[in-house]
């Protein structure tokens, strides 16, 4: 088990999120390992920003494989298109609104 002495690690919070393993710290964002050509930021939403509101939304621009919402920070979130073109549609007719 690793301490927050532990050259590998900066601050305790670092260290809070090792696995009890010790084997790797774990992911901070779930959305990480997501295709970054179909990944769209949506930033701006409110405390209350609904998964499936947003999920609806998306849908008129193609197929959506997954949304995130941030909730510590609230006000934004990751939606994950099927495909590249779907997301650039979304990105181009969303934008601003």
């Known amino acids: 088990m690793a301490y927050p002495e532990d050259p590998r690690f900066q601050t305790v919070d670092d260290y809070e999120l090792m696995p009890p393993d010790g084997s790797k710290k774990r992911q901070l964002n779930p959305t990480d390992d997501w295709d970054i050509e179909c990944k769209v930021y949506i930033g701006g ?5 609904d998964k499936q509101e947003i999920e609806n939304v998306c849908q008129r621009f193609g197929v959506v494989k997954s949304v995130w919402v941030a909730r510590h ?6 939606v994950l298109f ?3 073109y779907d997301a650039d549609i ?3 007719y969303m934008n601003g609104m």
């Open 45 to 49: 939403l409110g405390y209350g920003a």
């Open 73 to 78: 920070p609230p006000g934004f979130a990751f």
């Open 82 to 84: 099927k495909s590249s």
């Open 90 to 92: 979304a990105v181009k």
